[in-house]
Each structure stands twice: as structure tokens, then as C-alpha cells.
């Protein structure tokens, strides 16, 4: 497109839509993904090329998490966090309906939000030439006294744009940049019986916890993706020290442990879980939480059935495709920003249920800063194999080598009557096969129809049948 | 409780300094205590700094407007330590463990204090000290976390010597810009 | 004085915005009972207050949110350069409102 110099029709508006390119604009990355081996080719985390095409192709088209309900309950209530790479305002109407807006000025792109969040907010006002917007980011005037009489500029066309659609699940706000992307409940399918674990064990759902925990950790934004949605085999070796600490022994839940164990994959999306009730809430180190977390099992068998109420506090971990993740039990949420191949923020917070005890909120709060925080004994431990399985692909012999992913092939279990794909024992890389079938998926597919009904597509199994 | 043990409390009234002496001591206390955490020496540091009582917070810093009422934090939202003894006990239970493997092969730690104040109290037992600090952290060959903040003690008098009551610490950064906090501040 | 509205098309809390022939547009609120009458034209950037609305006993621009106190004009979180406003003598009479919007011989 070029610029207008005045003298083309239409009084000199210029066309100010946007051109994305399309997966065809880039290399065939899909392959990378080698579905018959088993295998992943390091460059998916280590590749400009790839990390750009992923903003397009995952990031600027996926639903991804923006806020819990409980963070900007009010008028004017925002919270500012990424879409990918892309800077957003995530803000409460005044009906009470939720907008997310591109957080960038359209006269130079300068930010117009600074800070994290606030309250009640009146709207947003650009710092660089005073042009101020109201909260449903349509623009409400600017500073100079000159745009209104200037035959370029019409102020109801103007504004910060909005993120294409918005939509909640049981407290938790999704946007998408993709106006054709599927509804929030077609993009997580079958997933949604699984966040009800977490979102739905009780009357009255969820909260986060104030304020929010935010890191740099210099690895690709896919290892603790992929890390949450399947791997508790690392458990075992990666955070002994951690266990040792907090429980007085090792990683160890016995010979039988993988026998009640699976994993569920959806579009991606995945969970291994046990069914152990309270493993992951043991971990906390607070015998109070313990207790707490048995007695919500019991109450929570009329209302999820018996395997769920069992996974409420069990050994178990979970990522919403691409890069929102949390632990059921030990009630960490987070969300791995992308921020270059080679980096990431990560901004965690507690999630507890909103009608819990104010004790329990507070045990929950002070045992996930013990345990998955940067000063956690179990999230210290992760961080430094995530930098460095992303940084020695520097070598370029080393990023040749590809990577594997083969524990448990052929292990799907066909028997147990559970939403998604299902496989034995949660000891196993399916989950994370899957995460990057999808992965290749959106980089192959412009249109959702091919998105929604390829390989991580579940089967068509009731989910009343599993109830 | 006393007030000035009350961890959401900040220090207010800086108008009754301690003597020279006192000074002296604190100044000491801290350049100790600073050693043996670059010595990673964490067991001796909840033995001979830290009281029975200890609170020890380190909330996470928000970017907020001015004008915002909440500040830019708030006891009893997120943090990255709000421990009691129990709690620093735990974490020091994993730095032990030789497969704390963030911690092998170990991180080379320098603590740097420096702005040290010390005032009276209400309660003789008990002084209230501000400092400034750079916590250097390096590791393998070229990781390096640099963190700066200040912290709001109360040292508690045990004979010639004192002990950690309550440490406020408050960092500069919004994003932490490192993977993990494995010291103490 | 020029006569601008019936008294009751002024509501609490609410700005109403009147175009007077030969003159700017004024604007017209009633606080704890009393009606105040003032310039539309925000005397910042030039935009409508009426567009703004009535916040503690001021009205706020709702381009720069600009604060001026009801009656005394003055200016609270004020743009660059921004002065206070100045309101004009009102009277409620016999149901109508009427304002003096210039100097009047």
C-alpha cells in the first residue's frame, strides 16, 4: 500500500486496513513436526524465521487467555498483558461486557496504558500527543485543536483497535485477533470437561489472588508449554530436591502409581493427571490444604463425577493451547509470553475457588510462592533446563540433531470412556505429541475448518457417557 | 504485636538516629550476614541472623498511576517470599539437597549493602535499619542476575549481638529479570 | 438574560447541551438541586463537555477529563495550559431557566 500524498479521492482518507500474510508466505515449518518418528526438529525453538511465522500463525489467529473475571470486576476495571508479542488493554464496559484493545496509539503507535492495571479508569489518553480514548477505545478527541477542521481525519473511524473477539469460560477471558476463528467453546471442544477440574469443583467458580508474579527466563516459549501439558516423568529427577524439601523424601508415589494415570489431549490442548486426590496439594506443605482439598473431593463427586473430583487435587498438570498452563491442586495459572525464539515472560498468579475459606485463599497464596514462583523450590529447578534446552541449539551441529518424543507411542487407551484423546498412564510423551501436531497444524492451515477437523481433533465420544 | 513488627507497615518516623556505636554493630551485623549468604552458608544464617519470629516479605512491584490508591504493592497479594521461619527452613531444606540442581554446580553470590540507617524504636529492644542493596548472582559461564532494592529491617537486641525480626525487602524491578531467586535478600 | 429551557429538562447528575442563536453552545446541570450553566466548549481542547459528565460536584471532560468545580470554575487535573471555566449567572424562574451568556448593557 502506498501512502496517500493528498491529492487521491475520498477527501484523503487513507485505507488503514491491515494485509497478514498467510501460511503460504512462509517455508513448509509444518515438517518440523515429524509425526511418523516421533520426532521435533530443534529449529522450532531456536529459528527467527519460525518464531515469526508462529505470531502469525498461532498467536495472531489462536484464542488466547487475557484475564480472570475476578481481576477487573467493576466499570473501568483494566489489566494490561501481551497477545503473543502484541500489547493489550484488557477493560471492563460500563454494561458490564469485557473489550480488549491493541494497546498502541493509531496516530505514532505510542503506548497509551502504561501500567499493569488499575480501577475504574475513565479511558486511556496517549502521553505523545494528548489523543485520548474512551474505554470501549473508540477515540474521544486529541490535544491540538487542529484535527477536527483537517479533511483527513474523522474521528469515528478512529480508534485503538479491538481484538477481534472476546469471550469468557467459567472465569476466564479469551480473545482472538482471527474475526473467523471459532467460537471459544469450539477452539477448547472437549477440553472444557477437563478445566472444569479446576474452574467448576464448587458453587461460585474461581478467583485469582492480587497482583501477579512476572519473570524473564530465557528459553523458547514452547518448553514449559509443552512441559505442563504432559511431562510428569521430569518430576521424578528434575525437582527430587524440591520434593525432599517440602515433603521429606523424594519424588516417589509408589510401584502402582502410572496405573490409574492418563492423559487427554483435545485440539492440543492436554492434561495428565493421576488420581490420587491430593498429590499435587501435598506439595504445598500445608496439611490444612490437605484436608481442605478431601473434603472439596467428597462434596465435588455429585458435581463432576468420580474421576474428576479425584484429579481436583491430584498429581496432575495442564496447558491450554498455545501457552496458558496451570497445576490443579496446587492452584499455580500462568502464561508464557513469547518474547523472541529465545525468551519469555512468564506472569503466574494463584487461582483459588472464590467461596473458599479466607485461610485456605491465604495457605493457597503462600504455598504456591513456596513452590512455583522464581524463589519456589520446584520452579527454580525448572527454569535453568528450559534455558538451556533452548540455548545450546546455538550450535549448529547441535540443532540438526533432532529431538525425541517417543515414550508410549501406541499406548492410546480405546477402553476408558474419557472426552479427547486418551492415553495410558501419565508417564508418556503423547500428550506432547499432540501439542506439537497441533503446533504444525496452525502452521500449515490458513482456514479453521482444516484446523478444526485434523489429527488433534478428539474423537467423537459423549462427554455424558464419561459423566 | 508491636506495630513496628507489623510486616504491611512501612518505617515512618526517622527522627530519633541510634548512636555511632550502635551504628557500629548494625553495620557489622549486616556485612556479616551478607557474607555467609554469598557463602551460601543458609543454615548458619537461620541460626545466628534470624529470630524465632522472623517475618520475611518481598512483594511483587506493580507499575500502577500515581493517583491508583493500591500502590504498587499490597501485603496479602502476591509475593515472592512472605515467610515465616518454617517457611525459610523449607527453602533452605532444598538448597541443600545435592540435586538442587539450579544450585549445582554453584552460583557464585555477592551481596552488596550499602545505605545503612539505623533509628530507636518505641521498644528499646528493637531497632529499625534501612539499607540498600545489589545482589549479584553468577553462574556457569556468562548467566549473571543483577538485582537491586532496599530493605526495611527490625533487628531485635539479643545481648551484644541482634537478630532479624521483620524484613521488608523492595526491589526496583517490575518484571523480575531473572529465572529464579535462589538467595536471599 | 436569555431564556434557555424548561427547568425540568435539567436532571441531576446529567448534562444537557442547548445551542443559543449567535452565540457558543452552553451546557446546563443540576447538582443537590441547584442548576448551573456553563460553556459547552471545554476550554482545553475545545470539545464538548457535554459529552463529559458531572463527578463530585464537577464536571469532567470526557476527551482529557479535565475537572472543574460547579460554580467556581476552578480546574482540577489540568491539561497543559488549561484555565478554569467560567460559568454564567442563572436564574430558575417561573419554570424556565434563563442565563446571562454576555455582558448586557
Request: aromatic share 10%; net charge negative.
Amino acid at each position: 500500500m502506498t501512502m496517500c500524498r493528498g491529492s487521491c479521492q475520498g477527501a484523503g482518507r487513507p485505507d488503514m486496513t491491515p494485509v497478514y500474510p498467510t501460511a503460504g508466505s512462509y517455508p513448509d515449518f509444518a515438517r518440523l513436526v515429524n509425526r511418523d518418528t516421533a520426532q521435533v526438529d530443534r529449529r522450532v525453538f531456536s529459528d527467527e524465521a519460525v518464531y515469526q511465522a508462529e505470531l502469525r500463525q498461532i498467536f495472531a489467529r489462536a484464542w488466547l487467555f487475557l484475564a480472570h473475571e475476578s481481576q477487573i470486576p467493576g466499570p473501568g476495571d483494566f489489566i494490561r498483558t501481551s497477545m503473543g508479542e502484541d500489547d493489550v488493554i484488557i477493560v471492563r464496559q460500563r454494561d458490564g461486557s469485557v473489550k480488549a484493545l491493541l494497546n498502541s496509539c493509531p496516530h505514532r503507535g505510542n503506548r497509551v496504558c502504561m501500567v499493569d492495571a488499575g480501577s475504574k479508569a475513565r479511558g486511556f489518553i496517549c502521553n505523545y500527543h494528548g489523543w485520548s480514548f474512551g474505554l470501549d477505545g473508540g477515540l474521544r478527541g486529541t490535544d491540538g485543536k487542529v484535527y477536527e477542521k483537517d479533511e483527513s481525519f474523522e474521528k469515528a473511524q478512529i480508534g485503538l483497535t479491538p481484538v477481534a473477539q472476546v469471550a469468557s469460560y467459567k472465569g476466564l477471558i479469551f480473545g482472538t485477533f482471527d474475526p473467523e476463528a471459532p467460537s471459544l467453546e469450539e477452539f477448547l471442544g472437549d477440553f472444557t470437561f477437563y478445566l472444569d477440574i479446576m474452574l467448576d469443583n464448587e458453587e461460585g467458580g474461581t478467583e485469582f489472588v492480587g497482583g501477579a508474579i512476572r519473570s524473564e527466563i530465557d528459553c523458547n516459549w514452547k518448553f514449559p508449554a509443552e512441559n505442563f501439558v504432559g511431562d510428569i516423568l521430569h518430576a521424578f529427577w528434575t525437582h527430587q530436591s524440591g520434593a525432599q524439601a517440602i515433603l521429606g523424601g523424594g519424588v516417589d508415589l509408589g510401584k502402582r502409581y502410572d496405573e490409574l494415570a492418563f492423559q487427554a489431549s483435545v485440539y492440543g490442548h492436554g492434561i495428565e493427571t493421576n488420581l490420587d486426590k491430593v498429590g499435587n496439594t501435598r506439595t504445598l506443605g500445608y496439611p490444612e490444604l490437605v484436608d481442605y482439598v478431601f473434603d472439596l473431593s467428597e462434596r465435588a463427586r455429585a458435581r463432576l463425577g468420580e474421576v474428576r473430583a479425584r484429579a481436583i487435587g491430584a498429581v496432575s498438570s495442564a496447558t491450554v493451547f498455545p501457552n496458558m498452563s496451570f497445576l490443579p491442586g496446587q492452584n499455580t495459572f500462568r502464561v508464557w509470553h513469547p518474547r523472541g525464539p529465545g525468551k519469555i515472560e512468564l506472569v503466574s498468579w494463584t487461582i483459588v475457588n472464590r467461596n473458599a475459606p479466607e485461610r485456605i485463599k491465604d495457605l493457597y497464596r503462600k504455598g504456591v510462592m513456596m513452590t512455583f514462583s522464581p524463589g519456589g523450590v520446584f520452579e527454580m529447578d525448572d527454569g535453568e533446563n528450559w534455558e538451556y534446552s533452548t540455548r545450546v541449539n546455538q550450535g549448529f551441529v547441535t540443532r540438526q540433531q533432532p529431538l525425541h518424543y517417543a515414550l508410549g507411542l501406541g499406548s492410546e487407551d480405546l477402553e476408558r470412556n474419557l472426552p479427547g484423546i486418551v492415553h495410558k498412564g501419565s508417564l508418556n510423551d503423547a500428550n506432547q505429541r499432540l501439542f506439537y501436531t497441533r503446533w504444525a497444524e496452525f502452521m500449515e492451515h490458513d482456514n479453521w475448518a482444516d484446523l478444526q477437523n485434523g489429527a488433534t481433533a478428539a474423537p467423537a465420544r459423549t462427554r455424558a457417557a464419561a459423566e | 504485636m508491636t506495630d513496628i513488627l507489623d510486616i504491611s507497615r512501612p518505617f515512618t518516623a526517622y527522627d530519633r538516629p541510634a548512636d555511632a556505636e550502635t551504628e557500629r554493630a548494625v553495620t557489622r551485623f549486616l556485612n556479616a550476614e551478607a557474607r555467609t549468604l554469598d557463602r551460601e552458608a543458609y543454615q548458619e544464617w537461620l541460626d545466628h541472623f534470624v529470630d524465632e519470629d522472623i517475618h520475611y516479605w518481598m512483594p511483587d512491584m506493580e507499575t500502577r498511576n500515581r493517583s491508583d490508591a493500591r500502590g504498587p504493592y499490597r501485603h496479602g497479594d502476591s509475593a515472592y517470599f512472605d515467610d515465616t521461619l518454617s517457611e525459610l527452613k523449607v527453602r533452605v531444606a532444598r538448597f541443600v539437597e545435592p540435586s538442587a540442581w539450579a544450585d549445582n554446580p554453584a552460583t557464585r553470590h555477592l551481596h552488596l549493602i550499602s545505605n545503612i540507617e539505623v533509628y530507636e524504636t518505641g521498644d528499646p529492644s528493637l531497632l529499625a535499619v534501612c539499607s540498600a542493596f545489589t545482589n549479584v548472582r553468577n553462574r556457569n559461564e556468562t548467566d549473571q542476575d543483577v538485582i537491586h532494592g532496599r530493605r526495611e529491617d527490625v533487628l531485635r537486641r539479643h545481648g551484644d549481638d541482634f537478630r532479624l525480626a521483620r524484613r521488608r525487602i523492595l526491589i526496583v524491578q517490575n518484571v523480575l529479570l531473572s529465572k529464579n531467586l535462589n538467595t536471599f535478600l | 438574560m436569555i431564556e434557555l429551557c424548561n427547568s425540568t429538562d435539567v436532571v441531576e447528575g446529567e448534562i444537557l447541551r442547548r445551542d443559543v442563536d449567535g452565540l457558543p453552545a452552553v451546557a446546563l446541570t443540576r447538582h443537590e438541586g441547584q442548576i448551573f450553566v456553563f460553556p459547552d466548549t471545554c476550554p482545553h481542547a475545545e470539545e464538548s463537555l457535554s459529552e463529559g459528565w458531572v463527578e463530585d460536584g464537577r464536571v469532567v471532560c470526557g476527551v482529557h477529563f479535565a475537572e472543574f468545580e460547579l460554580g467556581s470554575g476552578e480546574v482540577h487535573n489540568r491539561p497543559a495550559g488549561c484555565p478554569n471555566l467560567t460559568f454564567f449567572t442563572c436564574e430558575d424562574r417561573d419554570g424556565k431557566v434563563f442565563a446571562r451568556l454576555k455582558e448586557e448593557a
